[in-house]
């Protein structure tokens, strides 16, 4: 199918506006895309391959425990504080945009927004992580951002949407991928990723279906929001 052959000619989990695109274009379902792109599957012969090429799977037991400890502390030390990050920017596009006809699109990706927080906030216990250091900076940036670009008008407030769950996408993409290359079995883990991925890349949707290119200085808002966002992300991290 042409499908097919346009998914292997695009390395599409790292570029998630244009799965949206495809999923637009070819008449796939939010099912068909998960069976086709979700990197939690059932062939072990992909498994195999990903452990056989990585130079961690050779490392002693000790060692790779090492490596995967890093790695989960990493993965739920820094979502937590992105789910935490992206409850503040809905709360301050939420306060300047109330009354408005967006109100309760940005209500509905909020309450989605919360419930992804309250699981990494069960799995930093589960996993005894250190939560970020970082959360009375992430508390009053985030909320400023949403505030600022809900002010800017509802494209705006979109606008922004786009470019952070732009960045997410590919974070989350690039956390199934190390867990992969690493051999992790974190089933319930890799679900929480998986689908948390999704709802990102539909808040990436339904802000584009609501006139987010349309934002004034789009491509300049987009490149400083997306820009912002790694920070935030690497900073998390490390911090």
Not at 148 to 168: D, N, P, R, S, Y
Request: aromatic share 8%; glycine share 4%; hydrophobic share 40%.
């Amino acid at each position: 199918m042409l499908i097919n052959k346009t998914i292997k000619q695009i390395n599409l989990l790292k570029q998630p506006i244009q799965i949206l695109q495809i999923l637009k274009y070819s008449n796939l379902n939010i099912n068909q895309f998960k069976r086709t792109f979700c990197i939690i599957n059932n062939d072990n012969d992909n498994d195999n391959n990903l452990k056989s090429h990585s130079p961690l799977f050779n490392q002693t037991s000790s060692e790779r425990q090492q490596k995967i400890k890093e790695l989960l502390d990493s993965i739920i030390r820094v979502n937590q504080a992105g789910e935490f990050g992206a409850k503040r920017i809905y709360q301050g596009q939420l306060d300047a945009l109330k009354g408005t006809e967006v109100e309760p699109i940005i209500q509905h990706m909020a309450e989605q927004e919360e419930i992804h927080l309250e699981t990494f906030n069960k799995l930093i216990v589960d996993y005894r992580v250190r939560p970020t250091a970082l959360y009375p900076i992430w508390n009053i940036a985030a909320y400023a951002l949403g505030y600022f670009t809900g002010k800017l008008g509802k494209e705006a407030a979109m606008a922004c949407t786009v470019a952070v769950e732009t960045v997410i996408g590919e974070h989350y993409n690039s956390q199934l991928r190390q867990l992969n290359e690493l051999g992790v079995d974190e089933a319930q883990l890799r679900q929480f990723l998986c689908q948390f991925r999704d709802d990102e890349l539909e808040h990436l949707n339904t802000s584009l279906e609501h006139n987010a290119e349309q934002a004034p200085l789009y491509p300049v808002l987009s490149n400083v929001v997306q820009g912002c966002t790694h920070t935030a992300v690497w900073l998390s991290k490390r911090i």
